[in-house]
């Protein structure tokens, strides 16, 4: 007789962690002024955890206003060399970051997973190859700016360039700051979000590897205090921020009447549209993908759904089978889904804006799932019978909550898309190419994806209107930010 092995009864997943030992991480970090680590002035640290574990992982310099000044002298003594440099030349050190964020890539991955809390499978597979792929790009352009804007042969960098970003894609969004800033010439002043240094500390090391010369670009960490005092500090020539609405619009207000360039990428409330003729398996892909990538800490965030009603009760049964599949754990497993919340305070937001949705009377639908004990973590979570007027309609959650609203006609989807302070992105489902381009010639979003959602692309310009900020980053429209078009001999870029 053979021993008959049952057959478990689900399928089920071994964990399967990646390794930490690939990083090393230091006890406490200075700032990278000149080329070289400096203590800051005043002596004050803080520290950054890992959401996932509340574990202190480092501390961090507290950059003040002194810290910040010698940064931007730095950067100002660096400005006239880079600047005068063959672009092809600056596009050698460019395309060196690139292949050394791709050797290294395995060791940026895991550090931002623990410094953030985002899945290993996204920032190994979106945050730092896209960060490297910035770098190729922008090396590509950094010899040919002359024939980047026809009739204006001759742009000019600007000077010292401020960039200021936030924690939800901490090298990402170093990348797409950095790379474009060099490529034209202009020297940097960076400062990190608070929560998640670490991946732009260890790029200090990659600048040194690259044998990037001195004060091109430096990095002072600090909360917003210390981003406060780059945006004030006459010597810089152009701000570029990345963060919320509400710091950006005090950034606007202290950049007025100085002459300093800003562009401004904030937040957003993006809507996916699903029309009754999409692929709705497809669809709920690209909705899963839109709210739940990256724990929904994404400005572009597919947040609202718009489901045509004839197929809404049927696709909202398809979304909540495929959400109870998705895993919430540890973000250093390759089989999670759905890492930490980044922070205590993001985590008190999300929480206080689901309860508004309670509140104001709309149906919460989280599916069964064990959330480990200790670090931050939310559920996936969708909500339906939303009105136009709840808060989670309206403002921007930053978390894996998805507010459902239905539409009968194409008017009404618009209507109701472009009904927000903001207008960063929005996705079209539908099978006829005819309904995407009159969908995306009235949605007001800076980026309107068809069939997909959340995909990127260093080539593409990326950008929103109304509250969602001005300015593109990305592709040829992101060098303009950088560079004065002028004719030659008139405007900034003194040294
Ligand atoms: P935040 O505005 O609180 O902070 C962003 C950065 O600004 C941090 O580095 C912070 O230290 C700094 N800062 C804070 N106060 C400042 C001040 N007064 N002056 C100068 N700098 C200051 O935003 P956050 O919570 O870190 O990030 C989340 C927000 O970022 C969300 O609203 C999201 O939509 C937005 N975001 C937008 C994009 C985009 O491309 N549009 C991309 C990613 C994130």
């Not at 990428?265 to 990256?294: C, H, M, P, Y």
């Not at 809404?312 to 959400?323: C, D, F, N, P, V």
């Not at 309107?448 to 969602?468: C, I, L, Q």
């Amino acid at each position: 007789m053979t021993d008959i092995v049952p057959a478990p009864a689900a399928w089920e997943y071994a964990p399967a962690p990646e390794s930490r030992a690939v990083v090393t991480i230091a006890p406490a970090y200075g700032l990278y002024i000149g080329g070289e680590w400096v203590e800051p002035a005043a002596g004050e640290r803080f520290a950054t955890i890992s959401p996932a574990s509340e574990e202190q992982l480092a501390e961090i310099a507290q950059g003040g206003e002194e810290d910040v000044d010698r940064a931007v002298r730095a950067a100002r003594a660096a400005f006239p060399g880079w600047a005068a440099l063959p672009g092809a030349e600056r596009a050698k050190y460019l395309f060196r970051i690139a292949r050394l964020l791709q050797e290294r890539a395995r060791e940026f991955a895991v550090l931002e997973s623990l410094d953030g809390g985002k899945p290993i499978k996204e920032s190994r597979d979106v945050d730092v190859p896209l960060a490297a792929a910035h770098f190729f790009y922008y090396a590509g352009w950094a010899d040919k700016l002359e024939y980047a804007f026809p009739g204006r042969p001759q742009p000019r960098p600007l000077g010292v360039a401020g960039q200021i970003i936030p924690w939800n894609f901490p090298l990402l969004m170093l990348a797409w700051k950095v790379a474009p800033a060099l490529a034209t010439g202009n020297t940097v002043v960076l400062k990190p979000a608070e929560s998640t240094p670490l991946t732009a500390l260890l790029f200090c090391d990659v600048l040194r590897q690259a044998g990037l010369p001195a004060g091109v670009v430096n990095v002072v960490t600090g909360d917003g205090r210390t981003g406060a005092a780059l945006v004030a500090h006459p010597g810089v020539d152009k701000i570029a921020f990345t963060g919320s609405t509400e710091v950006g619009k005090s950034i606007q207000r202290a950049v007025a009447g100085s002459g300093k360039r800003l562009t401004l990428e904030l937040g957003g409330k993006g809507a996916n549209i699903v029309f009754d003729d999409a692929a709705l398996d497809q669809a709920v892909e690209g909705i899963v993908t839109g709210i739940t990538f990256n724990q929904g800490h994404v400005c572009c965030a597919g947040s609202r759904l718009l489901v045509q009603e004839s197929v809404a009760e049927q696709l909202i049964a398809k979304l909540r089978r495929r959400m109870e599949k998705l895993r919430v754990g540890d973000p250093l497993d390759k089989n999670t889904d759905i890492g930490a919340i980044n922070s205590a305070e993001q985590l008190a937001r999300i929480e206080e804006l689901v309860q508004s949705g309670r509140d104001e009377g709309a149906t919460i639908w989280q599916p069964a799932c064990r959330l480990p004990e200790k670090g931050f973590w939310y559920p996936p979570t969708v909500f339906t019978e939303v009105a136009q007027s709840h808060r989670i309609a309206q403002e921007e959650i930053f978390g894996p909550v998805l507010s459902v609203l239905t539409f009968r006609t194409p008017d009404e989807a618009v209507e109701k898309a472009n009904n927000t302070p903001y207008g960063l992105s929005a996705g079209v489902w539908t099978e006829k190419g005819s309904r995407i381009l009159w969908m995306a010639q009235r949605l007001r979003a800076g980026v309107v994806w068809a069939n997909t959602y959340n995909r990127f692309d260093p080539t593409s310009p990326f950008g929103g209107y109304k509250e969602s900020g001005y300015g593109r980053e990305g592709g040829r429209h992101g060098l303009a930010a950088y560079l004065s078009l002028e004719e030659a001999g008139v405007g900034g870029g003194e040294a």
